[in-house]
């Protein structure tokens, strides 16, 4: 059950990603580009966990997931100040 948690987490936030940033091609709406990689760096945190915790339950990845998630809030984060205009 774990399993197919993860893996709607997962798709849920690479579908954000795509429509976002699908969003941005048409519009140029810069704030469009930043969500959508900070969505797209979610969507692989997500992956990360499903490998994480299903696949390699014996290695500890929590590093590079932590990582994973700062850099991606911190694009969000970027583009929230820098594209408020």
């Known amino acids: 059950m774990p399993g197919l948690i993860y893996g709607l987490c997962a798709a849920t936030a690479l579908l954000c990603a795509v429509l976002?940033?699908?969003g941005f091609g048409r519009s140029?709406?810069?704030l469009l580009l930043w969500a959508g990689l900070c969505f797209l760096?979610?969507?692989?945190?997500?992956?990360?966990?499903?490998?994480d915790e299903l696949v390699l339950p014996s290695v500890d990845m929590l590093w590079l997931r932590s990582t994973t998630a700062l850099v991606s809030m911190l694009l969000l984060l970027y583009g929230l100040i820098w594209e408020s205009d």
Do not use: T
Not at 43 to 51: K, P
């Open 20 to 22: 976002m940033l699908r």
């Open 28 to 30: 140029g709406y810069r």
């Open 41 to 51: 760096g979610l969507s692989a945190n997500n992956f990360l966990v499903i490998v």
